[in-house]
């Protein structure tokens, strides 16, 4: 049998604790698998003292990641640090240039440094994958990367962020607070260090970009990225969405259009009968269309310790079933040399169904004078309803309107002029319609 492959790991809190207790409680099924033991020699953390369920006596301890990647004894350097900058990208780059193989689930750095690391990776001929960096334990990477040759994709989207997802399905189901909601998700370990990275759709639009890249031989262009969080979603919105036949989605979305490439995080209404509407909790869904395929529906745990490891150890395991000589297939599908620039599609030009909530003065020709300003704008219809607001609010209605396929810029013209028409008594909420093919 071949020599044990050699792990450093960089990072042991939630994620990086369940791999390091995978790896022990697998270890003689990894073997079998991998034709060779995969051993984890070195860890980094900061505090050395903590239980973590797994024995780690006999580990090389370093305070500092950076030294792990560049004098630990190791084949694999496993980054769970988390962070776009710092630590996790220098000794990420440490390690690569020292001709050693990187795993990482680190979303934020591969969407900001993605395309310069997998250079450095491919000039030096090692693996740097990070297959627990999009969507948990879904294997959307090695899908999108080795599984799609051939295919033109014309849209990927998904629900990427466990987090929102969570909180949605729960304000949804028990009609509790988004509060309440993202403090389990925090105890249960699927939130950021930061959640505001969660809610806002940092997260988001993190793996989005990563996807974008696979999707359409793309570099990495985060900043890109239309960005919407789900911190404005009322309970007022999720009972609407429900009367109308939708439900609200925290949805990364890649498409093209026929001025370049649409990305877009936002929260959207999709109807209730598609699938991508019984994705719930904590799962993750991915859906790419294709030219070849059509549709492909990829859905699993999308965060947490257990879900995120099991990405992580398929990783490793890859690299531990390579042999020396084996040409190493490029990191975003393509070799980061070829990846084309990114050509962005203004989001004024993106088309689309809307939902519109107003909440609205009740008086004589308020609704006629929102119909107007939707016809002046060239909008199409397809429901306005209009209810009793909530009485404690005062003498209000509320006003919901979904439309027709139409353009963002329309739209927002129209609910500006309804603004400045002076009948609205609260901020008015759009939401996108996402329709799955
Ligand atoms: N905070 C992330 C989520 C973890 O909630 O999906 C997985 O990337």
């Not at 240039?97 to 750095?109: F, I």
């Not at 389990?184 to 260090?193: F, I, K, S, T, V």
């Not at 549709?295 to 079933?321: F, Q, Y």
């Amino acid at each position: 049998m071949s020599e044990a492959l050699r792990v450093g790991i960089a990072g042991l809190g939630t994620v990086g604790a369940s791999v390091a207790r995978v790896l022990a409680e697998k270890a003689d099924e990894l073997t079998r698998q991998c034709g060779r033991a995969i051993t984890v020699t070195a860890v980094s953390a900061r505090d050395r003292t903590r239980d973590r369920g797994v024995d780690l006596s006999g580990v090389q301890w370093f305070d500092d990641p950076v030294a792990l990647a560049r004098e630990a004894d190791i084949d694999v350097f496993v980054e769970l640090m988390g962070g776009e900058d710092g630590p996790a990208k220098a000794s990420v780059q440490a390690a690569l240039e020292r001709g050693k193989h990187v795993v990482t689930a680190n979303k934020a750095l591969l969407s900001r440094s993605g395309v310069s690391l997998a250079a450095i990776a491919e000039k030096n001929g090692v693996l740097l994958n990070y297959e627990a960096a999009v969507a948990g334990g879904i294997p959307v990477i090695k899908t999108m990367r080795e599984s799609l040759a051939g295919n033109s994709v014309s849209r990927v989207f998904g629900i990427l962020n466990g987090t929102c997802n969570y909180i949605l399905t729960r304000m949804e189901a028990e009609g509790i607070s988004f509060e309440e909601c993202l403090a389990d998700a925090q105890r249960l370990g699927y939130a950021e260090a930061d959640p505001t990275f969660d809610i806002e759709g940092n997260d988001t639009a993190h793996k989005l970009s990563i996807l974008t890249s696979l999707a359409f031989g793309t570099k990495i262009s985060p900043d890109d990225i239309y960005l919407e969080g789900i911190s404005n979603i009322t309970q007022a919105d999720i009972k609407a969405a429900a009367e109308l036949g939708y439900r609200i989605k925290l949805l990364g979305v890649a498409q093209r259009s026929e001025s370049g490439i649409e990305q877009r995080v936002h929260p959207t209404m999709v109807p209730t009968s598609s699938v991508i509407a019984q994705v719930h909790g904590v799962t993750n869904a991915v859906a790419i269309e294709t030219d070849i395929l059509g549709e492909l529906l990829l859905s699993g745990p999308g965060a947490g310790g257990n879900a995120t490891a099991s990405a992580v150890i398929g990783d490793i395991a890859d690299i531990a079933k390579s042999r020396p000589g084996f040409q190493h297939g490029p990191v975003f599908g393509r070799p980061a040399k070829e990846l084309a620039p990114y050509k962005k599609a203004a989001m004024r030009k993106h088309e689309g169904g809307y939902f519109i909530r107003l909440t609205v003065h009740d008086r004589t020709g308020v609704f006629a004078a929102i119909a107007k300003r939707m016809a002046e704008n060239d909008i199409s219809l397809e429901s306005i309803v209009q209810r009793a607001a909530d009485p404690q609010i005062g003498d209000h209605k509320t006003v919901i309107l979904v439309t027709h396929s139409t353009s963002e810029a329309s739209i927002r013209k129209a609910v500006e002029a309804i603004t400045k028409d002076g009948h609205l008594v609260d901020k008015p909420q759009v939401i996108r319609i996402e329709r799955p093919a």
